[in-house]
């Protein structure tokens, strides 16, 4: 079982920057990937970026390629969302997730969530 919790979300201005954690509550393994989905009310979560943590290759999503770089940190328990140029279609809350065995890209694939943490962008 692997816990999930993210932070640093909050209300921001359109144009801010924004970094979320996610710190995983045991070690990850080589086939552990972790990704950053993100949700509006009455749609489906959307992945934005993910990355492996034993090679620490990342993919991310077409909606905020641009302006995203996940990142983790060298013990491999906490990965990181670092935004740009945040708009206010951004607003969402965006979830961390692990998915034991390899890349995915659709949330059902997913093993563990974190909760949730709301980011607000401010016209």
């Known amino acids: 079982q692997v816990q999930l919790v993210e932070s640093g979300g909050g209300l921001v201005q359109a144009g801010d920057s924004a970094r979320l954690s996610c710190a995983a509550s045991s070690r990850t393994y080589s086939t552990y990937v972790m990704a950053w989905f993100r949700q509006v009310p009455g749609t489906e979560r959307e992945i934005v970026a993910a990355?492996?943590?034993?090679?620490?290759?990342?993919r991310y999503a077409p909606s905020m390629k641009d302006r995203v770089t996940v990142s983790r940190e060298n013990a491999k328990t906490t990965a990181y969302l670092q935004m740009h140029n945040l708009k206010p279609e951004d607003t969402a809350v965006f979830y961390c997730?692990?998915?034991?065995?390899?890349?995915?890209?659709?949330?059902?694939?997913?093993?563990?969530w974190g909760q949730g943490t709301q980011v607000t962008v401010s016209s």
């Open positions: 997730a692990v998915r034991v065995r390899g890349w995915a890209y659709v949330a059902d694939e997913y093993d563990f």
């Open positions: 990355i492996g943590f034993s090679t620490g290759s990342t």
